[in-house]
């Protein structure tokens, strides 16, 4: 590895100010679960490192009644055991619980899962689903994103020079909601997945006022199965609707052939985890 100048801001303002200052020699250090590996490996070579420790806004998990307010530097490990995640904003909960073993889980932060921008990304799906907004700060002040709009191809996202995510805004589910995050990996832990599916159901008067389906590793970006949702969308979630929905979903994945599986093998692992996790998430919202 090469050598590299490590900077340590104790608030947001100085770190901003390190990353203008520097520009691309900069990289952010949260967890350091991606940024060491690709360091090590030559990937990146950055110049100056910003350790994030000392960024009190960046560590935050808080929830109100809107929602839940997560910190880019939040662990995976805390999103797993925190109680109000693990009760109503359940798939990125469990999603988090599926970031490589305990001592990665402790390290990786949600942040740095989004920034690296992989195709799969666990915990991109349920945010999708979740309609989270990204909340990003820069020398333009703050701005807020859709999740849905905030990976841009493998590895690239919307954050511009002197950038960085603070925060992950979730929107409250609302009464009878539920959602559920399922992936196909070979093996248990330490591995990354195959295809990755959200789903996320609100129900009313006895039919879906709300549906929200994400699929992830089946495209260059996480991505939402909107015919899948507006099938659903206005009408009781029997399991015939199930069923269409799982198909529909197979329509807006383009996945590639590799040595982890063919791409009619993650077509087919898009319907059935689709078809799995609609029918938790039906659940759960008390369906």
């Known amino acids: 590895m090469r050598r590299f100048e490590l ?8 770190a901003l100010k390190i990353l203008k200052d520097r520009g691309p020699d900069a990289k952010l250090l949260a967890g350091g679960t991606d940024l060491l590996p690709q360091m090590k490996n030559g990937v990146l070579k950055p110049a100056c490192v910003v350790d994030l420790s000392g960024v009190e806004r960046v560590h935050t998990l808080q929830a109100d009644g809107r929602g839940l307010g997560v910190g880019a530097a939040v662990s995976a490990r805390a999103l797993e055991r ?3 995640a693990r009760g109503t904003y359940t798939s990125l909960s469990e999603s ?3 970031v490589g073993s305990v001592q990665v889980r402790n390290l990786a932060t949600l942040g740095g899962n989004l920034c690296n921008a992989a195709p799969s990304a666990d915990m991109a799906p349920p945010l999708l689903a979740l309609d989270a907004e990204a909340v990003i700060v820069g020398p333009a002040g703050e701005r807020r994103v859709p999740f849905a709009d905030f990976f841009t191809g493998v590895r690239r996202t919307v954050l511009g020079p002197g950038e960085m995510l603070v925060e992950i805004s979730v929107p409250a589910p609302g009464p009878r909601s539920g959602g559920n995050y399922l992936r196909h990996t070979p093996r248990r832990e330490l591995d990354i997945a195959v295809v990755g599916v959200a789903s996320q159901l609100t129900l009313n008067n006895g039919v879906c006022a709300k549906a929200r389906i994400a699929l992830a590793a089946v495209a260059p970006t996480p991505l939402r199965a909107r015919a899948a949702e507006q099938s659903l969308e206005g009408k009781p979630v029997t399991p015939e609707a199930i069923e269409r929905a799982a198909e529909l ?4 994945a383009k996945p590639i052939s590799d040595q982890r599986g063919s791409s009619d093998y993650r077509l087919h692992l898009v ?3 689709t078809r799995r996790t609609l029918r938790t998430a039906l659940e759960r919202a008390g369906g």
Do not use: F, K, N, Q
């Open 271 to 273: 319907r059935v985890l």
């Open 249 to 252: 979903a197979i329509g807006a």
């Open 96 to 98: 988090a619980a599926l």
């Open 82 to 84: 925190d109680a109000t």
């Open 7 to 14: 900077a340590l801001p104790r608030s947001l303002d100085e």
